[in-house]
């Protein structure tokens, strides 16, 4: 699995010209072809400071996307930010759930 993380630092005046760009784009994103997941995070703290999180099933399938259109709009929103996209893309080889979570805590049922 690859995991694209996108952060930005967004112009308080865009801030919502920015929110309303990118809620358009995730739901066609979560129909791609080999789309996992795609989601907007805001931070609790600072509503300017946003995350955008993708996972794709292989490199292929996140190569056409950053080749896309759709990304090409993500990317045009430079403009509307303090400084440019932090964009990290992580190759995950393991994914673990909440059976890591219960061993790490001495396989507590309830995990609490």
């Not at 865009?14 to 997941?37: A, D, H, P, W, Y």
């Not at 955008?52 to 896309?68: A, D, H, I, P, T």
Request: proline share 2%; hydrophobic share 40%.
């Amino acid at each position: 699995m690859i995991v694209v993380r996108i952060t930005m630092n967004v112009l308080p005046e865009k801030q919502k010209e920015v929110v309303q760009t990118l809620l358009s784009m995730i739901g066609s994103m979560g129909k791609k072809i080999g789309c996992l997941g795609y989601s907007l995070m805001c931070d609790m703290n600072d509503r300017n400071q946003l995350c955008v999180l993708g996972e794709w099933e292989n490199r292929e399938k996140l190569e056409q996307y950053l080749k896309s259109d759709m990304f090409g709009v993500l990317l045009g929103t430079k403009s509307l930010l303090c400084q440019p996209h932090g964009i990290h893309i992580y190759t995950i080889e393991k994914a673990e759930g909440m059976d890591a979570v219960r061993a790490a805590r001495g396989n507590r049922r309830n995990g609490a």
